[in-house]
């Protein structure tokens, strides 16, 4: 069974958000919601990243710049923007995905996803980094 099916079916099976799998082995499972998840993962599992396979509920663009930074080989998305189709094309990742959406909205659906915002407004690495992890300390998620 490849990496990809591997996670697919833990996001599925285990209700999960996110999973990330190499070599046969999940190195990163996660219920959490939002951008979280994958920015410990890439904080923490970059060396693993590299390579890897992940399964993902939400991809916004920047969860796509994270996967970019993280040197990933395959994600699978249930739902994804369309400028994350682009940055995965751009960057030759492997991507298969069940809905595309123009953008990823926020919680309550009455604009756009505040990190998905930020993604767009710089698309820098660092930048984006260091707003996500404003962002997630501003509500005391980490």
Do not use: H
Request: with cysteine; hydrophobic share 40%; proline share 2%.
């Amino acid at each position: 069974m490849k990496d990809i099916d591997i996670a697919v079916e833990l996001l599925n099976k285990e209700s999960l958000t996110i999973a990330m799998v190499k070599n046969g082995e999940c190195f990163y499972k996660s219920r959490e919601r939002g951008i979280k998840p994958l920015y410990e993962a890439l904080v923490n599992y970059r060396d693993e990243m590299e390579g890897a396979s992940s399964a993902d509920k939400i991809v916004g663009k920047g969860a796509a710049l994270l996967y970019k930074e993280g040197k990933i080989d395959t994600v699978f998305a249930k739902i994804i923007s369309e400028s994350s189709l682009q940055i995965f094309k751009k960057e030759n990742i492997n991507i298969y995905r069940e809905k595309v959406v123009p953008y990823i909205k926020n919680r309550d659906k009455s604009g756009m996803c505040p990190i998905e915002t930020m993604a767009v407004e710089d698309d820098n690495i660092e930048s984006l980094l260091s707003g996500i992890e404003n962002f997630l300390n501003k509500n005391n998620l980490i």
